[in-house]
């Protein structure tokens, strides 16, 4: 196939580019570089430097003769959305409706679209959050997600452009970024490697373990991407380990990895923090016939030897 990625130069993109070489597609890359980099990407894959706003996208898709495209450009930051919502909307709302905008323009036939499972569904039941659960987002990263999420029926039927929705859990693994807001892997990993201090955010007060997350690992979420791109139009898959892991063991787990004896700084809850977050990935496994291969002891030691050979 002819696929094009939004954000295919990112963290989460660039992996699934490299699954969809693997498999022979010829693949195109959309990306600003305001966080993906370059160096992501093979030589011979295409980079269509550009925000996901701009108006020649339908153009560049056409040209490509795309089929699909993996839409995961975005603003992935809970706590920079509960700081300025509106840039959050603009990116994760109108930059994702240019997207599918360009998707009818151009005739592409499906769009995969990168959607968020913890900060969608709000507080987690004991089981798991379920993909026919209610939705109910605390922070505007979630409800912009959620946003764009109700245009993808519109499309279908207007413009005949089949569609999947991937809500992931909390993905981590090589080329997170370790100095933003997200991705508290990477965040440990890079600090406690260069023996600086970590911050253990709380889930209701200081030294409480802190916040409970699903944690799946890059190269899991790729091989999802892979699954949907002959089945699963029109449905909705929650994509992670359906293992609820405390702040503190993932904390744990990375200092034990980089070699670490430090002990994390003990903080209060952050604005827009979810306290737990579990999927249900029951509906992946049933349909898709996806399940999570790498487990976290085993996904935080590569995602730590991969920031220890960055330096």
């Known amino acids: 196939m002819r696929i094009a990625v939004t954000g295919g130069a990112g963290f989460i993109g660039s992996h699934v580019v490299d699954a969809l070489l693997a498999l022979g597609h010829t693949v195109a890359v959309v990306d ?27 153009e560049f898709f056409r040209a490509q003769g795309t089929q699909v495209v993996i839409h995961h450009a975005a603003q992935i930051s809970v706590a920079q959305s509960v700081k300025n919502p509106l840039h959050d909307a603009q990116v994760n709302v ?29 507080e987690a039941a004991e089981r798991g959050s379920t993909e026919s659960d209610p939705t109910r987002p605390i922070s505007p990263y979630g409800a ?21 929705v991937l809500r ?37 007060r200081p030294g409480d373990g802190g916040c409970v997350r699903d944690y799946v690992y890059v190269s899991d979420v790729a091989r999802a991407n892979v699954a949907v791109l002959e089945k699963g139009d029109g449905e909705t898959y929650n994509i ?24 994390p700084i003990q903080a209060g809850p952050r604005p827009g923090d979810l306290q737990r977050s579990r999927l249900d990935c029951s509906k992946a496994a049933r349909e898709l016939g996806w399940q999570p291969q790498v487990g976290l002891e085993q996904g935080i030691a590569q995602t730590v030897e991969y920031f220890r050979q960055r330096g």
């Open 32 to 58: 600003d570089l305001s966080s993906g980099q370059r160096e992501n990407l093979p030589g011979q894959v295409l980079l269509y430097e550009q925000d996901i706003c701009h108006p020649g996208l339908g």
């Open 94 to 122: 109108l930059g994702s409706l240019n997207v599918a905008q360009a998707c009818a323009q151009a005739g592409v036939g499906k769009l995969i679209f990168a959607s968020t499972g913890g900060a969608l569904y709000g």
């Open 144 to 164: 912009s997600k959620r946003a764009f999420e109700g245009y993808l029926p519109f499309y279908a039927a207007q413009h005949h452009l089949r569609y999947t």
């Open 168 to 204: 992931y859990a909390n993905v981590y693994g090589p080329r997170q970024d370790p100095h933003g807001e997200a991705g508290v892997v990477a965040i440990f990993a890079q600090r406690l490697l260069h023996s600086q201090p970590c911050t253990l955010y709380a889930r209701e």
């Open 240 to 263: 992670g380990s359906s293992q609820p892991v405390t702040t503190a063991r993932v904390y744990a787990l990375v200092a034990a990895a980089a070699g670490s004896k430090a002990q």
